[in-house]
């Protein structure tokens, strides 16, 4: 395993793992700015839905269960659902919440691209010798 100035690791079988200071995506995101108190039961419920979801992907390609591009596609689509709501909806009360417009439905689905940065590899990555 070799690990890059940006703190990042390539693993055997090309899997990457990379480490950035929580402080980073504190300041990155805005974080440290006073925001309403995050709803954990609206945040713990949406991650479980992403995890079950996420665990029946991995179930089935150790099954050796053959994926169709369209089965896959929806069941990723479904956790990164998930995984948005748990953050765009992470400051809505519970009773909003459960009576959420269709406009909010498709607007908290969605990816986070105005408070999430995508991450980008600065320098390479590299290989293990």
Known sequence: MTTSPNNCKLRSGASLECTVPASHWALSAGINQKRPRMNREIIESNIREAREQLEKIEKSVA???????????????????????????????????????????????????????????????????
């Not at 069941?75 to 406009?103: C, D, G, I, P």
């Open 63 to 129: 099954a050796g269960k053959r994926l169709s591009d369209g089965e896959f596609l929806v069941m990723l689509q479904h956790a990164y659902h998930h995984l948005n709501f748990a953050w765009n909806a992470r400051n809505v009360s519970t009773s909003r919440y459960s009576k959420l417009s269709e406009k909010e439905f498709n607007e908290w689905g969605k990816y986070p691209t105005a408070d999430i940065e995508d991450f980008a590899l600065i320098g390479g990555i590299p290989t293990e010798e």
